[in-house]
Protein backbone atom coordinates (compact mmCIF):
# COMPACT_ATOMS: atom_id res chain seq x y z
CA UNK A 1 0.00 0.00 0.00
CA UNK A 2 1.45 3.52 -0.83
CA UNK A 3 -0.15 5.50 2.01
CA UNK A 4 -0.84 9.37 0.90
CA UNK A 5 -3.24 10.24 3.41
CA UNK A 6 -1.15 11.55 6.05
CA UNK A 7 -3.66 14.54 6.61
CA UNK A 8 -6.04 11.74 8.34
CA UNK A 9 -3.46 10.50 10.34
CA UNK A 10 0.66 10.04 10.00
CA UNK A 11 2.20 6.90 10.73
CA UNK A 12 4.37 7.12 13.85
CA UNK A 13 8.32 7.87 13.93
CA UNK A 14 10.17 4.50 15.16
CA UNK A 15 11.49 6.55 18.27
CA UNK A 16 7.67 7.22 19.23
CA UNK A 17 6.51 4.35 19.36
CA UNK A 18 9.83 2.67 21.29
CA UNK A 19 9.07 5.90 24.00
CA UNK A 20 5.88 4.41 24.50
CA UNK A 21 6.68 1.06 24.50
CA UNK A 22 8.90 2.02 27.47
CA UNK A 23 6.63 4.56 29.53
CA UNK A 24 3.88 1.49 29.42
CA UNK A 25 6.31 -1.40 30.37
CA UNK A 26 8.28 1.06 32.90
CA UNK A 27 6.74 4.48 33.61
CA UNK A 28 3.22 3.29 34.64
CA UNK A 29 3.08 5.36 38.37
CA UNK A 30 0.33 7.74 38.12
CA UNK A 31 1.63 11.36 37.40
CA UNK A 32 -0.66 12.45 40.65
CA UNK A 33 1.18 10.13 43.07
CA UNK A 34 3.82 11.49 45.66
CA UNK A 35 6.03 8.20 45.55
CA UNK A 36 8.98 7.41 43.46
CA UNK A 37 6.60 5.70 40.66
CA UNK A 38 4.21 7.98 40.32
CA UNK A 39 7.33 10.93 40.59
CA UNK A 40 9.34 9.10 37.57
CA UNK A 41 6.02 9.21 35.28
CA UNK A 42 5.71 12.89 36.17
CA UNK A 43 9.05 13.22 35.09
CA UNK A 44 8.50 11.92 31.64
CA UNK A 45 5.23 14.64 31.43
CA UNK A 46 7.47 17.36 32.03
CA UNK A 47 10.19 16.42 29.94
CA UNK A 48 7.34 16.20 27.11
CA UNK A 49 5.47 19.44 27.80
CA UNK A 50 8.91 21.46 27.53
CA UNK A 51 10.15 19.47 24.54
CA UNK A 52 6.27 20.44 22.67
CA UNK A 53 6.97 23.72 24.47
CA UNK A 54 10.23 24.84 22.80
CA UNK A 55 8.55 23.73 19.23
CA UNK A 56 5.62 26.29 19.89
CA UNK A 57 7.64 29.21 21.04
CA UNK A 58 5.83 28.76 24.37
CA UNK A 59 6.48 29.01 28.03
CA UNK A 60 5.92 25.03 29.39
CA UNK A 61 3.07 26.52 32.31
CA UNK A 62 1.01 27.32 28.85
CA UNK A 63 1.10 23.48 27.68
CA UNK A 64 -2.50 21.39 28.52
CA UNK A 65 -2.44 18.48 27.36
CA UNK A 66 -6.04 17.08 26.11
CA UNK A 67 -7.43 14.16 24.34
CA UNK A 68 -6.19 15.51 20.82
CA UNK A 69 -7.88 18.41 18.58
CA UNK A 70 -11.57 18.16 18.84
CA UNK A 71 -11.01 18.34 22.82
CA UNK A 72 -9.10 21.53 22.35
CA UNK A 73 -11.46 23.61 20.14
CA UNK A 74 -14.22 22.72 22.26
CA UNK A 75 -12.08 23.87 25.02
CA UNK A 76 -10.80 27.30 23.51
CA UNK A 77 -14.40 28.07 22.09
CA UNK A 78 -16.39 27.26 25.24
CA UNK A 79 -14.20 28.68 28.06
CA UNK A 80 -13.84 31.58 25.72
CA UNK A 81 -17.70 32.62 25.58
CA UNK A 82 -18.16 31.43 28.97
CA UNK A 83 -15.17 33.65 30.50
CA UNK A 84 -16.71 36.49 28.95
CA UNK A 85 -20.02 36.34 31.11
CA UNK A 86 -22.25 37.75 28.51
CA UNK A 87 -24.55 35.27 27.03
CA UNK A 88 -24.86 37.43 23.39
CA UNK A 89 -20.99 37.32 23.35
CA UNK A 90 -19.18 37.49 19.76
CA UNK A 91 -17.57 34.85 18.16
CA UNK A 92 -15.57 35.52 14.60
CA UNK A 93 -14.66 32.40 12.79
CA UNK A 94 -14.19 31.05 8.96
CA UNK A 95 -16.54 29.50 6.89
CA UNK A 96 -13.54 26.87 6.36
CA UNK A 97 -12.60 25.37 9.90
CA UNK A 98 -12.57 22.21 10.73
CA UNK A 99 -16.04 20.60 11.78
CA UNK A 100 -14.76 20.36 15.48
CA UNK A 101 -14.69 24.49 15.22
CA UNK A 102 -17.81 25.06 13.00
CA UNK A 103 -19.98 22.33 15.41
CA UNK A 104 -18.82 23.61 18.99
CA UNK A 105 -20.20 27.53 17.38
CA UNK A 106 -23.17 25.98 16.25
CA UNK A 107 -23.57 24.89 19.89
CA UNK A 108 -22.78 28.07 21.25
CA UNK A 109 -25.28 29.43 19.24
CA UNK A 110 -27.56 27.54 21.08
CA UNK A 111 -26.42 28.61 24.14
CA UNK A 112 -26.97 32.92 22.83
CA UNK A 113 -23.53 33.37 21.24
CA UNK A 114 -23.57 35.74 18.32
CA UNK A 115 -20.73 33.95 15.60
CA UNK A 116 -20.20 35.50 12.15
CA UNK A 117 -18.46 33.46 9.49
CA UNK A 118 -15.67 35.00 7.03
CA UNK A 119 -15.38 33.52 3.95
CA UNK A 120 -12.11 33.40 2.34
CA UNK A 121 -10.84 34.24 -1.35
CA UNK A 122 -10.77 31.55 -3.95
CA UNK A 123 -8.14 29.92 -2.90
CA UNK A 124 -8.92 29.48 1.08
CA UNK A 125 -7.17 32.56 2.38
CA UNK A 126 -8.21 34.71 4.91
CA UNK A 127 -7.46 38.01 5.26
CA UNK A 128 -7.12 40.12 8.42
CA UNK A 129 -8.86 42.75 7.31
CA UNK A 130 -11.92 41.19 6.39
CA UNK A 131 -11.82 40.01 9.89
CA UNK A 132 -11.13 43.07 11.49
CA UNK A 133 -14.21 44.30 9.81
CA UNK A 134 -16.13 42.02 11.67
CA UNK A 135 -15.32 42.98 15.51
CA UNK A 136 -17.79 44.03 17.42
CA UNK A 137 -17.90 45.74 20.75
CA UNK A 138 -19.02 42.50 22.12
CA UNK A 139 -16.33 40.27 20.11
CA UNK A 140 -14.54 37.92 22.59
CA UNK A 141 -12.96 35.45 20.53
CA UNK A 142 -11.20 35.70 17.08
CA UNK A 143 -10.72 31.45 16.06
CA UNK A 144 -9.00 31.09 12.11
CA UNK A 145 -7.16 27.87 11.59
CA UNK A 146 -3.17 27.72 10.38
CA UNK A 147 -3.24 25.69 8.12
CA UNK A 148 -6.41 24.23 6.33
CA UNK A 149 -7.08 20.32 6.10
CA UNK A 150 -8.39 19.81 3.09
CA UNK A 151 -7.07 22.08 0.37
CA UNK A 152 -3.75 22.88 2.48
CA UNK A 153 -3.71 26.28 2.35
CA UNK A 154 -1.82 28.43 5.00
CA UNK A 155 -3.85 31.18 6.51
CA UNK A 156 -1.97 34.70 7.62
CA UNK A 157 -1.59 34.00 11.31
CA UNK A 158 0.87 36.27 12.25
CA UNK A 159 -1.27 39.16 11.00
CA UNK A 160 -4.30 38.13 12.14
CA UNK A 161 -2.99 37.64 15.77
CA UNK A 162 -0.99 41.00 15.31
CA UNK A 163 -4.86 42.65 14.60
CA UNK A 164 -6.48 40.85 17.41
CA UNK A 165 -3.93 41.80 19.97
CA UNK A 166 -4.62 45.66 18.62
CA UNK A 167 -8.03 45.36 19.70
CA UNK A 168 -7.76 43.45 22.68
CA UNK A 169 -9.63 40.56 21.64
CA UNK A 170 -8.33 36.63 22.60
CA UNK A 171 -7.06 34.91 19.11
CA UNK A 172 -7.34 31.11 18.83
CA UNK A 173 -5.64 29.41 15.87
CA UNK A 174 -6.55 25.18 15.32
CA UNK A 175 -3.10 24.78 14.37
CA UNK A 176 -4.03 20.82 13.89
CA UNK A 177 -2.79 20.43 10.86
CA UNK A 178 0.09 23.18 10.52
CA UNK A 179 1.87 22.18 13.64
CA UNK A 180 5.07 20.26 13.79
CA UNK A 181 4.84 21.00 9.31
CA UNK A 182 5.93 24.58 9.24
CA UNK A 183 6.88 26.75 11.54
CA UNK A 184 4.93 28.79 14.38
CA UNK A 185 5.87 30.67 17.59
CA UNK A 186 3.15 31.73 19.71
CA UNK A 187 4.89 34.65 20.68
CA UNK A 188 5.75 36.29 17.42
CA UNK A 189 2.15 35.36 16.20
CA UNK A 190 0.14 36.96 18.74
CA UNK A 191 -1.89 33.83 19.42
CA UNK A 192 -3.57 33.64 22.78
CA UNK A 193 -5.33 29.80 22.39
CA UNK A 194 -3.82 27.41 20.18
CA UNK A 195 -4.95 23.62 19.19
CA UNK A 196 -3.07 20.73 18.27
CA UNK A 197 -2.56 16.46 17.84
CA UNK A 198 -0.11 14.46 18.06
CA UNK A 199 -1.00 12.22 15.40
CA UNK A 200 -0.67 14.66 12.77
CA UNK A 201 2.87 14.54 12.88
CA UNK A 202 4.67 11.34 13.76
CA UNK A 203 3.03 11.20 16.99
CA UNK A 204 0.35 9.34 18.39
CA UNK A 205 -3.69 9.21 18.52
CA UNK A 206 -5.93 10.09 21.36
CA UNK A 207 -3.05 13.26 22.88
CA UNK A 208 -3.17 16.62 22.15
CA UNK A 209 -2.56 20.35 24.01
CA UNK A 210 -4.58 23.82 24.07
CA UNK A 211 -1.89 26.14 24.57
CA UNK A 212 -3.30 28.72 26.70
CA UNK A 213 -1.31 32.09 26.94
CA UNK A 214 -0.35 33.34 30.48
CA UNK A 215 -2.70 35.69 31.98
CA UNK A 216 -5.86 34.47 29.60
CA UNK A 217 -8.53 33.56 32.38
CA UNK A 218 -10.78 30.72 30.37
CA UNK A 219 -12.27 27.86 33.05
CA UNK A 220 -12.05 24.40 32.61
CA UNK A 221 -14.09 21.81 29.94
CA UNK A 222 -13.55 19.01 31.60
CA UNK A 223 -13.99 19.11 35.63
CA UNK A 224 -12.70 16.98 38.08
CA UNK A 225 -9.29 16.42 39.91
CA UNK A 226 -6.49 19.15 40.28
CA UNK A 227 -4.03 17.65 36.78
CA UNK A 228 -3.15 19.73 34.32
CA UNK A 229 -2.90 22.67 37.28
CA UNK A 230 -6.48 22.47 38.09
CA UNK A 231 -7.96 22.91 34.19
CA UNK A 232 -8.31 19.77 32.62
CA UNK A 233 -9.20 16.88 35.43
CA UNK A 234 -8.08 13.24 34.57
CA UNK A 235 -5.39 11.32 35.06
CA UNK A 236 -2.34 12.20 32.44
CA UNK A 237 -2.33 9.83 29.19
CA UNK A 238 1.80 9.27 30.17
CA UNK A 239 2.58 7.01 26.67
CA UNK A 240 0.69 8.95 24.82
CA UNK A 241 2.40 12.39 26.26
CA UNK A 242 5.94 10.54 25.77
CA UNK A 243 4.93 9.98 22.66
CA UNK A 244 3.71 13.41 21.89
CA UNK A 245 6.89 14.34 22.85
CA UNK A 246 9.31 12.65 21.61
CA UNK A 247 7.55 13.65 17.78
CA UNK A 248 7.92 17.14 18.64
CA UNK A 249 11.18 17.20 19.83
CA UNK A 250 11.90 15.16 16.10
CA UNK A 251 9.81 17.98 14.53
CA UNK A 252 11.97 20.63 15.92
CA UNK A 253 15.19 19.29 15.04
CA UNK A 254 14.32 18.29 11.18
CA UNK A 255 10.92 20.13 10.36
CA UNK A 256 13.19 22.57 7.72
CA UNK A 257 14.60 18.59 6.00
CA UNK A 258 11.23 17.38 5.91
CA UNK A 259 9.19 20.29 4.87
CA UNK A 260 11.63 20.52 1.92
CA UNK A 261 11.30 17.09 0.94
CA UNK A 262 7.42 17.25 0.88
CA UNK A 263 7.39 20.41 -1.25
CA UNK A 264 9.65 18.26 -3.58
CA UNK A 265 7.57 15.48 -3.78
CA UNK A 266 4.14 17.67 -3.56
CA UNK A 267 5.65 20.17 -6.65
CA UNK A 268 6.92 16.43 -8.42
CA UNK A 269 2.94 14.84 -7.88
CA UNK A 270 1.54 18.70 -9.24
CA UNK A 271 3.18 17.73 -11.97
CA UNK A 272 2.68 14.74 -13.45
CA UNK A 273 -1.38 15.41 -12.63
CA UNK A 274 -0.93 18.30 -14.61
CA UNK A 275 0.79 16.36 -17.76
CA UNK A 276 -1.30 13.03 -17.28
CA UNK A 277 -5.05 14.55 -16.21
CA UNK A 278 -4.68 18.02 -18.00
CA UNK A 279 -8.34 19.22 -17.21
CA UNK A 280 -7.43 18.63 -13.46
CA UNK A 281 -7.52 21.57 -11.02
CA UNK A 282 -5.60 21.92 -8.46
CA UNK A 283 -7.05 23.55 -5.29
CA UNK A 284 -5.79 25.83 -3.02
CA UNK A 285 -3.33 28.71 -2.58
CA UNK A 286 -0.14 27.43 -4.73
CA UNK A 287 2.52 29.04 -2.95
CA UNK A 288 0.97 29.48 0.58
CA UNK A 289 0.18 25.74 1.18
CA UNK A 290 1.44 23.14 3.18
CA UNK A 291 4.41 21.40 2.08
CA UNK A 292 2.50 17.70 1.74
CA UNK A 293 -0.77 18.69 0.75
CA UNK A 294 -2.34 18.26 -3.16
CA UNK A 295 -6.19 18.62 -3.50
CA UNK A 296 -7.49 18.07 -6.83
CA UNK A 297 -10.30 18.47 -8.68
CA UNK A 298 -11.10 16.28 -11.59
CA UNK A 299 -14.38 16.73 -13.87
CA UNK A 300 -16.77 14.39 -14.36
CA UNK A 301 -15.19 11.99 -11.18
CA UNK A 302 -16.93 10.70 -8.44
CA UNK A 303 -14.56 11.76 -5.25
CA UNK A 304 -15.70 8.75 -3.25
CA UNK A 305 -15.82 6.45 -5.73
CA UNK A 306 -12.52 7.30 -6.84
CA UNK A 307 -10.70 6.82 -3.30
CA UNK A 308 -12.46 3.35 -3.65
CA UNK A 309 -10.58 2.67 -7.26
CA UNK A 310 -7.09 3.69 -5.75
CA UNK A 311 -7.63 1.65 -2.64
CA UNK A 312 -7.78 -1.38 -5.07
CA UNK A 313 -5.20 -0.24 -6.79
CA UNK A 314 -2.78 0.14 -3.92
CA UNK A 315 -3.17 3.35 -2.91
CA UNK A 316 -4.66 5.37 0.10
CA UNK A 317 -6.29 9.00 -0.38
CA UNK A 318 -8.89 10.60 0.73
CA UNK A 319 -12.07 12.48 -0.52
CA UNK A 320 -11.20 15.43 1.86
CA UNK A 321 -11.60 15.68 6.00
CA UNK A 322 -11.04 12.45 7.54
CA UNK A 323 -13.64 13.58 10.15
CA UNK A 324 -15.92 14.00 6.96
CA UNK A 325 -15.64 10.45 5.83
CA UNK A 326 -18.48 8.59 5.03
CA UNK A 327 -20.55 11.78 3.86
CA UNK A 328 -22.92 12.46 0.96
CA UNK A 329 -22.56 16.01 1.42
CA UNK A 330 -20.13 17.92 -0.68
CA UNK A 331 -17.33 19.52 1.18
CA UNK A 332 -18.15 22.52 3.20
CA UNK A 333 -14.71 24.48 2.33
CA UNK A 334 -14.87 23.27 -1.32
CA UNK A 335 -18.21 25.16 -1.25
CA UNK A 336 -16.75 28.01 0.69
CA UNK A 337 -14.08 28.92 -2.41
CA UNK A 338 -16.65 29.09 -4.73
CA UNK A 339 -16.70 25.28 -6.19
CA UNK A 340 -20.17 23.76 -7.38
CA UNK A 341 -21.36 20.39 -5.75
CA UNK A 342 -20.44 18.50 -8.49
CA UNK A 343 -16.65 20.01 -8.45
CA UNK A 344 -16.67 19.83 -4.50
CA UNK A 345 -17.68 15.89 -5.09
CA UNK A 346 -15.70 15.45 -7.58
CA UNK A 347 -12.37 16.28 -5.49
CA UNK A 348 -9.60 13.98 -3.79
CA UNK A 349 -6.79 15.17 -1.28
CA UNK A 350 -3.29 13.80 -1.54
CA UNK A 351 -1.22 13.87 1.61
CA UNK A 352 2.11 13.13 1.94
CA UNK A 353 4.89 12.88 3.84
CA UNK A 354 9.00 12.74 4.23
CA UNK A 355 8.59 8.90 4.33
CA UNK A 356 6.91 9.03 1.06
CA UNK A 357 9.44 8.49 -2.31
CA UNK A 358 9.12 10.01 -6.02
CA UNK A 359 8.24 6.28 -7.33
CA UNK A 360 5.05 5.75 -5.08
CA UNK A 361 4.10 9.70 -6.14
CA UNK A 362 4.79 8.80 -9.57
CA UNK A 363 2.33 5.42 -9.12
CA UNK A 364 -0.17 7.13 -7.51
CA UNK A 365 -0.29 9.53 -10.06
CA UNK A 366 -0.61 7.14 -12.51
CA UNK A 367 -3.29 5.28 -11.09
CA UNK A 368 -4.88 8.07 -10.77
CA UNK A 369 -4.89 9.27 -14.15
CA UNK A 370 -6.15 5.55 -15.11
CA UNK A 371 -8.95 6.56 -12.52
CA UNK A 372 -9.75 9.75 -14.17
CA UNK A 373 -9.85 7.72 -17.29
CA UNK A 374 -12.69 4.85 -16.45
CA UNK A 375 -14.78 8.29 -15.55
CA UNK A 376 -14.13 9.09 -18.80
Known sequence: MIYLDNAATTCPEES??????????????NPSSVHRTGAVARSLVDRSRDAIARLAGAYSDEIYFTSGGSEADNWALTAAYEASGNPHAHIITTAIEHHAVLRTCDYLKKRGAEITFISPDSDGRISAESVE?????????ISVMAANNEIGTIEPVADIGRMARRHGIWFHTDAVQAFGHIPIDVR????????????????PKGVGMLYIRRGVGIGSLIRGGAQERGRRAGTENVPGIAGFGEAAGIAFSHMGQYALAERELRDFGISLIHGLIPDAEINGDLSERLPGNISVTIPGMDGALAVMMMDRR???VSGGSACSSGSTDPSHVM??????????????????SHHNTREEIETAIKALADVAGAFR
Open 188 to 203: DMNIDLMSVSAHKFGG
Open 133 to 141: SAIRPETVL
Open 16 to 29: VVRVMAESLRNEYG
Open 335 to 352: KAIGRSDRQALGTIRISL
Open 314 to 316: GVA
